[in-house]
């Protein structure tokens, strides 16, 4: 999250809705000004869809088989119907033939085909195209062992648009509801060349909304409300205003001033808030994990992290409640794993996968054995003592995150000198892609409402497996999981109950806790719809009321 989103590690993009005062009244209560500004605490870093690292707003301009809507469930999109075949391997999707780019050019099931071929293209170099696996040949094109052509996709005519997978796939329904798998105009792309996506008006759009005043490099923009959108008449909001807004207490300032509608609040403001009338949380499907660097440029830190108990010591030093409770001091929860709470359960019992597959004592608060892992590891590898960078990103409190991790590691593990990296999310995201980092601060959130949305990102050859961690059974049960057993409910999910107690017991990565966010909330602002996987913020129901 999925989503989420400086986004292997940030996903998302996290909003605060600011709504202009309007003058009068339309009928049934809506203000007279359907203006919303949101506050974005980064950013936009492309409009192409085949290449963005996250869908946190786009999913507002851009529209995919489906939509996601309530409670994660899929509503309609650019399909008007959908047939699946017996053998669960054939979908076949029909294109509303109202359905058009903003441009007013029409979307056609041929757009579908070229979106999805020029994504999963080696040469795209698109971070998500992973989620392409189960599609007939995407792994071997993805793998550049294959033409894109021979992807499992074609267009029977232009409203006819086929699907055909490898095996089945129980979530495939609601993964087509994400903005990757919207169509993308040739047409547009030929035009435009490398500048399409680059700004607002070097890209088309196929959602309720359209992208106005983006440069590629300014930190405003608009969403205004698009004429072509095949839905137009349910789409209440003229336009919605961005601006970026790092600051908390700007946020809070303008909410207090009457300008904010939605508020995040930070550590601090939550203990000053979270009995006002206006307090409300958002969960996210957001795991915030540490995550070790396997293949370290520097041969004695790549011994300690390919050391099982160096990764048990670091993970047993850090007091997850306190972390919540005295630094973040928001709703977030302690993590159980990676997969985290609240986002799939057992097909057969109903029992939540965090809680079916958490293992006692992998994750627990710890310092005497911290200590005993430590020295065992230290002796292992053949030093007394180790210096290690960890690396964050600087938005919002995540320095003082930062400083609550090293510091606690620094008091429980004699030998150990953490030196903090502070950076711009920006900067952290490519770092974390080139391998620049010792210990990284990640963050992952859900995709999709599916544990696999989470374990695939540490499978061997994920974009976002930064830390370059390999285990045979775990790449092994993950496949079995979207191959020989997908059409299996209860074996997939063993499959993945397994690959999730792999990462615990080994510490691939470190879990520390799950995103809630706090909010102060205007009761003004109606229709939004919040998830808290995938595309997290729909506004396309949104209005002011008076």
């Known amino acids: 999250m999925k989503n989420k989103k400086w986004i292997g590690f940030l996903s998302v993009i996290l909003v605060s809705l600011v709504v202009l005062a309007g003058c009068g009244a339309k009928k049934g209560g809506y203000a007279a000004e359907q203006t919303m500004n949101l506050a974005a605490d980064a950013p936009l870093d492309t409009l192409d869809v085949s290449k963005a690292n996250g869908y946190g707003q786009t999913g507002n301009v851009f529209e995919s088989l489906y939509r996601l809507g309530k409670n994660g469930k899929t509503t309609p999109g650019l399909a008007s119907e959908a047939k699946v075949s017996k053998d669960g391997l054939t979908w076949t999707f029909k294109i509303r033939k109202n359905a058009k780019f903003s441009d007013g ?10 979106s999805w071929q020029r994504t999963i293209n080696p040469k795209t ?18 793998a550049g062992k294959m033409d894109p052509s021979k992807l499992g996709v074609e267009a029977k005519d232009d409203q006819t648009f086929v699907v055909h997978l490898d095996q089945p796939i129980q979530y495939f329904k609601v993964l087509m509801s994400y903005p990757l798998f919207s169509p993308i105009s040739q047409k547009a792309v030929e035009k435009y060349g490398d500048k399409y996506g680059t700004k607002a008006q070097y890209t088309v759009y196929s959602g309720p909304f359209k992208v106005k005043g983006w440069t590629g490099t300014n930190d405003t923009w608009s969403f205004v409300k698009n004429p072509q959108y095949w839905d137009k008449k349910v789409v209440k909001l003229d336009q919605i205003k961005f601006r970026v807004v790092e600051n908390p207490q700007t946020k809070l300032n303008l909410y207090q001033s009457g300008k904010l509608d939605y508020t995040q609040l930070s550590s601090e403001q939550v203990k000053n808030y979270k009995n006002n009338k206006d307090y409300t949380t958002f969960p996210y499907s957001i795991t915030t ?19 099982v108990n160096i990764r048990k010591a670091i993970a047993y030093s850090i007091n997850r409640k306190q972390l919540i409770e005295k630094i973040i001091g928001d709703a977030s929860t302690p993590s159980k794993g990676l997969v985290p709470t609240d986002l799939a359960n057992n097909p057969k019992t109903g029992k939540d996968f965090a809680d079916d597959a958490y293992l006692d004592g992998t994750i627990e608060y710890n310092q005497k054995q911290a200590k005993q892992y430590w020295e065992k590891g230290l002796q292992e590898i053949g030093v007394k003592n180790l210096k290690l960078n960890l690396t ?8 003082n995150y930062a400083e609550f991790y090293a510091q606690s590691l620094e008091k429980t593990l004699p030998g150990l000198q953490i030196h ?7 900067v952290a995201y490519s770092r974390s892609q080139s391998g620049e980092f010792d ?34 059974e775990y790449n092994s049960l993950v ?14 999910w063993q499959d993945m109950i397994k690959a999730e107690q792999i990462v615990m017991k080994e ?36 209005y002011i009321t008076n």
């Open 105 to 114: 050019s029409k979307i056609t099931a041929h757009d579908f085909v070229y």
């Open 125 to 142: 170099k698109a971070l998500y195209a992973y989620l392409f696996e189960g599609i007939k040949n995407a792994d071997q094109i993805n």
């Open 289 to 307: 994990f540490l995550q070790y660097n396997f293949n370290d440029a520097d041969k004695t830190k790549r011994k300690a992290f390919n050391n």
């Open 392 to 399: 964050s990103d600087n938005e919002g409190n995540s320095k």
């Open 420 to 426: 903090i990296v502070n950076v711009p999310s920006q």
């Open 439 to 472: 210990i990284l601060v990640g963050h992952w959130g859900a995709d999709f409402n599916d544990p696999i949305s989470h374990l695939q990102i540490l499978q061997k050859n994920s974009a976002y497996n930064y830390g370059k961690w390999d285990n045979t």
């Open 479 to 492: 496949k079995k999981a979207q191959n020989e057993d997908a059409n299996n409910a209860e074996k997939r």
């Open 507 to 542: 510490q691939a990565v470190s879990p520390l806790y799950q995103t809630v966010y706090s909010y102060l909330k205007n009761p003004k602002v109606k229709g939004v719809i919040h998830n808290t996987a995938g595309t997290q913020w729909n506004y396309k129901y949104a």
